[in-house]
């Protein structure tokens, strides 16, 4: 190649190099939960995916995601280089993109985003079967000023808390590429900052893919940082960072210029265009057929039923019910001649950010309609307020009377891209608009009253949880969200999902949401009030006892491991999933430690009255910190706490570990 045809390959639109048989390519291409085009399944956002707590599911959507993204590239051409999945950590429940990511805890979101990466990639030792980007690499949670801010942090958190999911992602899943953040990372942007992308992403984390900035990050290296004068330095800057493919059209704009300054060699170049190349002859684009095992992908995968029955299996799992009193819940369609459905969200079916265009969507009144019309219940319908809007006293007088005459009202409430999405952090976290008289006004006429959550995330429904009897979260379900709301309703399923981050109180304080340093009270890990509703918090319509608690060994040394069971019995009526939730804690540490960490869970289905044994492993690196002085992660010896439970704030079991010695593990 010439100079300059090396230069155009580095931009996400890369023109054809005919002479070379080298194919125009596009490389970006979104699948954060479905392929983003038409017809291509919507399986559930990623927080509600997050709170199925089930890897091996989480790991079979990706990898029904990437059958349609082969199937729809050989009908269409359109790439196999996806930028999914987003693990930036969901710190504060005001960001933008909440819905977007799955966890507020390191380890959690580890486990889902090596589930992901991996169910994306395939499982060919040779081969990928497309390519996952984990985003955005790193510290980007706030929208308010990503193009311009800088996301200040110290050593140990950055390693302890906003690194474990890029690394666990590239370790264990094998992520070919990575996408660096806009923002700033203690100063340095993040497509420029040879600490993240070189020190730590390459030599400790071992990366051996390309990196990509966001979307004309490059840019705004300049014109929203100005920490470059020239977008030729701001290229070259990134380049020499390890910034391998330029989102954007800056690269191939300024490239050439940069290298007629020498600021940069065409070998660096060169360096960056053999990152980015191989991608495409892994994916088998070079790669004679016959010899390829992904080849024979077409159009026949996309859309499939299996892949609607498993949008539906992953909408079921991820319903969290966050309360049910007197056992409202579930309703019995014989007892029942009139239900109310009432609130914004009771006919629409809100997908979320980077949607494609499923199908077909079921709404809950699509659902709940072919549920009561062949046993004669009448369903009255009254969506008329709206996610955002003020008070209408005509739609809530006429939803009042309609939950009056009613056995039972449903309220379907919650958020929309109209008050948090992308560029748009919002101010707090109350149920927006008018939603919240809506409620109170339904609640009055009828105290038989169930408020359903369809929502990107946590919600201070303070006056509902005090006040209703039944709270069912369904956050964005995906395409059959409306079937499986319905399900949970009237008992086909039980719900089974746990909040993957911590509810705070309405009149809860935190940190400003551009302050990146937990320790001020954020996330469950240092947040020592109550909350509206903790992490790992989720209950059932059957109930769950945990008993015997036992070390394989209660001491361990550095290279040793040991294993935890717990007897875990289902005693209620019902069959349910339960998840066993596993932490730690160091009390005795030499340096401030987090109140608790999670270390381990499992969900598990039991029949009614059936009991199972849990057996989860521990090892010293599970109680590790980083240590500042050595720039590595230390263990100290001494005892440690285990705390075994169903939820953050439900921890029955408890025993005590002893780690032998003390010593440096390394990065």
Known sequence: MTLAEKISELGNTAPAIPRLGVPAYEYWSECLHGVLTQDATSFPQAIALGSTWDPALVHEVASAISDEARAFHARDGKGLTYWAPVIN???????????????????????????????????????LKVVSTPKHYALNNSEFNRHTGSSDIDEQLLHEYYLPAFEAAVREGGAFSVMAAYNRVNGVPASANPKLLKDILRDDFGFEGYVVSDCDAVWDIVNGHHWKATLPEASAAALLAGTDLNCGATYQNTLQSAVDQGLVAEHDIDQALERVLRARFLLGEFQPPADFPYTNSDSKLIALDAHAELALKAAREALVLLKNENQLLPLDANSLQRVALIG????????????????????????????????????????????????DPSAISAAAEAARRADVAVVVVGTSQDVL??????????????????????????????????????????????????????????????????????????????????????????????????????????????????????????????????????????????????????????????????????????????LQQLRGFARIPLAAGQTSTVRLPLSARDFSFWD???????????????????????????????????????P
């Open 344 to 391: 914004p969200h009771a006919e629409d079916v809100t997908l979320g950010g980077y949607s494609g265009g499923p199908v077909h969507t079921v709404s809950v009144r699509q659902a709940l309609q072919a549920r009561l019309a062949s046993r004669g219940v009448t369903l009255d319908v009254q969506a008329g307020t709206s996610v955002t809007g003020p008070a």
């Open 421 to 594: 999405r992308e560029e748009l952090d919002r101010p707090d976290w109350s149920l927006p608009g008018a939603q919240g008289d809506l409620i109170q006004a339904v609640f009055a006429a009828n105290p038989k009253t169930i408020v359903v959550l369809v929502t990107a995330g946590p919600l201070a429904v303070d006056w509902a949880k005090d006040h209703v009897p039944a709270l069912l979260c369904a956050f964005y379900a995906g395409q059959e969200q409306g079937t499986a709301i319905v399900d949970a309703l009237f008992g086909d399923v039980n719900p089974g999902g746990k909040l993957t981050t911590t509810w705070y109180k309405g009149d809860a304080t935190l940190p400003p949401i551009g302050d990146y340093d937990l320790r001020k009270g954020r996330t469950y890990l240092y947040y020592a009030d109550e909350p509206l509703f903790p992490f790992g918090f989720g209950i059932s319509y059957t109930t769950f006892q945990f008993a015997n608690l036992r070390l394989a060994d209660d001491s361990i040394s550095l290279t040793g491991s040991t294993t935890l069971s717990v007897d875990v019995t289902n005693s209620g009526t019902r069959a349910g999933d339960e998840v066993v939730e596993l932490y730690v804690r160091t009390p005795q540490a030499s340096v401030p430690r987090p």
């Open 89 to 127: 950590m969901l710190r504060d429940p005001r960001w933008g993109r909440f819905e977007e990511s799955y966890s507020e805890d390191p380890w959690l979101m580890a486990r889902t985003a090596v589930a992901y990466v991996k169910g994306l990639q395939g499982d060919d030792p040779r081969f």
């Open 628 to 666: 500042v002085a050595s720039h590595a992660f230390s263990v100290e010896a001494g005892e440690v706490e285990i705390l075994v439970g169903s939820s953050s704030a439900d921890r029955p079991l408890t025993a005590k570990l002893v780690l032998k010695a003390s010593a440096t593990l390394g």
